[in-house]
Nanobody
Framework: QVQLVESGGGLVQSGGSLRLSCAASGNIFSVNVMGWHRQAPGTQRESVAYIMFGGATNYTDSVKGRFTVSMDNTKMTAYLQMNSLKPADTAVYFC???????????WGRGTQVTVSS
């Protein structure tokens, strides 16, 4: 089993920045990809960004050029740097992890990000 703990959410004005962190612990040898999903009220959960342990990254179109996902392998911690935030980015952000993009078996509890206009 893998435990994921997110931190770094909060309230920020439009155009501002936040950095989310996700610390992984437990059976981390089963994890090859970490990333972030988000869910806004009344909407379906959507993928935001992923980072594979080889370094490759993947972003949903709406955050390209604004968000950056990174990984500190020594700390088993993933980060999501979010710049130029918009009210549309308001959501609960969940850290995800797993052996592959198609097997994201592990989820954190989520952290709220609210962007005011």
């Amino acid at each position: 089993q893998v435990q994921l703990v997110e931190s770094g959410g909060g309230l920020v004005q439009s155009g501002g920045s936040l950095r989310l962190s996700c610390a992984a612990s437990g059976n981390i040898f089963s994890v090859n990809v970490m990333g972030w999903h988000r869910q806004a009220p009344g909407t379906q959960r959507e993928s935001v960004a992923y980072i594979m342990f080889g370094g490759a990254t993947n972003y949903t179109d709406s955050v390209k050029g604004r968000f950056t996902v990174s990984m500190d392998n020594t700390k088993m911690t993933a980060y999501l740097q979010m710049n130029s935030l918009k009210p549309a980015d308001t959501a609960v952000y969940f850290c995800v992890a797993g052996p592959s993009l198609y097997r994201l078996n592990y989820w954190g509890r989520g952290t709220q990000v609210t962007v005011s206009s």
